[in-house]
């Protein structure tokens, strides 16, 4: 795996962190008893937008400022929404995004005017802090450079939140977010990123656990940016186990299966990735999930056909590689040369000897990545 981290280390330096972390839990976060108003719509709030329905996010957000009178966090809210919107809607407008950014530019000028006056006002402390964090990611997500003297201060907000006699422990999900508010990484859950730092991978862990476990709104977001955690640093199984809870708890989206079955490939339990993501691909097709983003179609297809050649199943692997493709008209992704690699392998077993060398030379003509080219070169010479 490739190293990205390279600016912010130091400021998870900052940030406390246990050496010694017990396991994430796997069931669904209960609700505290005590939740504001407040608190309790912008879970809402979270909580339809990770299952894609974003239309209702957007209702309860306007409820949130209406009945609540708390214009800022309905600001947060609505960032945050931008945010999962331009990675999972379909077509997301570029609006959409565009319009995040904004919202969190005003939440900010806003709530730090307020703070001079209140200085000591720790859910505000919180909100400008996580404001701070999710501004970052949407200005990651479109590609334009980072604010570092923003995250630097949203950093020190969230830390005097979690401090504060009125501890705000969703102070924590900004916390671990830092993590991810690094240059080299075009966006945050994409295609599995390589490599982090052993401290910044264990900070990350503890405060997104911290923040699933006792936050007041923050829970099931924290635990989806925790599962791309366990699955950038190979923490496999740990990433099955949350994956699958996550898939219970937030049925239509079907981004925390993928999760899960890309990560039985990775152990090479290609049985048990067929079963996940054959069952994601049936419930894709009859809408029991709603649309995925074509990043997120692709892997579906590609995990899924290798796991079905690896297990001898041609006929059906030879058509979700063939789907994989579809999603990648113009093979800008690697995997998508590997895919019509084991197509022509498949080709060549149905039969059809002249179609999988005609596949072999255009790939030769193509960019080599990894060993590619040497296969092919090999096949070519089996089938001489």
Request: net charge neutral; glycine share 6%; with cysteine.
């Amino acid at each position: 795996m490739k190293p990205y981290l390279f600016l912010l280390p130091c400021l998870l330096l900052l940030c406390c962190c246990p050496q010694v972390l017990d396991s994430v839990r796997a069931d669904p976060i209960a609700t505290p008893d005590t939740l504001t108003p407040t608190f309790t719509l912008m879970r809402e709030a979270l909580y339809q937008t990770l299952q894609l329905h974003f239309a209702a996010a957007f209702e309860v957000a306007m409820r949130l400022e209406q009945e609540t009178q708390r214009p800022l966090e309905a600001q947060l809210v609505r960032g945050i929404i931008a945010y999962f919107q331009a990675r999972w809607q379909i077509h997301p407008s570029l609006t959409n995004r565009q319009s995040g950014q904004k919202v969190l530019t005003a939440l900010l000028e806003t709530g730090q005017r307020q703070l001079v006056r209140s200085p000591r006002d720790a859910q505000l402390q919180l909100v400008l802090g996580t404001a701070a964090v999710w501004h970052g990611l949407l200005q990651q997500q479109s590609g334009a450079s980072l604010d570092f003297t923003l995250l630097t201060q949203g950093r020190t907000w969230l830390q005097q939140a979690l401090t504060a006699p009125e501890t705000m422990p969703d102070a924590h999900l900004g916390l671990g977010l830092l993590y991810f508010a690094d240059a080299g990484r075009p966006t945050l859950l994409p295609r599995v990123a390589d490599g982090a730092g052993t401290h910044d991978a264990t900070a990350t862990i503890y405060h997104l656990r911290q923040a699933a476990e006792s936050g007041h709104f923050s829970g099931e977001v924290a635990r989806t940016f925790l599962l791309h955690v366990h699955e950038l640093e190979k923490r496999y199984q740990e990433a099955v186990i949350l994956g699958q809870a996550l898939q219970d708890t937030l049925p239509s989206n079907g981004y925390y299966a993928l999760v899960s079955g890309r990560s039985q490939y990775a152990q090479g339990n290609y049985a048990l990735c067929v079963t996940l993501l054959g069952k994601l691909a049936a419930d894709l097709q009859v809408s029991v999930v709603l649309p995925m983003a074509r990043d997120d179609r692709f892997d579906l297809y590609y995990f899924w056909g290798q796991a079905l050649y690896e297990t001898g199943q041609d006929a059906l692997a030879f058509d979700a590689l063939r789907q994989a493709i579809n999603q990648d008209p113009g093979t800008v992704k690697d995997a998508t040369l590997w895919a019509k690699y084991y197509l022509g392998i498949l080709y060549e077993r149905r039969g059809e000897v002249k179609t999988a060398q005609q596949l072999y030379h255009t790939l030769l003509r193509g960019r080599n990545v990894e060993s590619l080219h040497q296969q092919i070169a090999q096949r070519l010479s089996q089938l001489r």
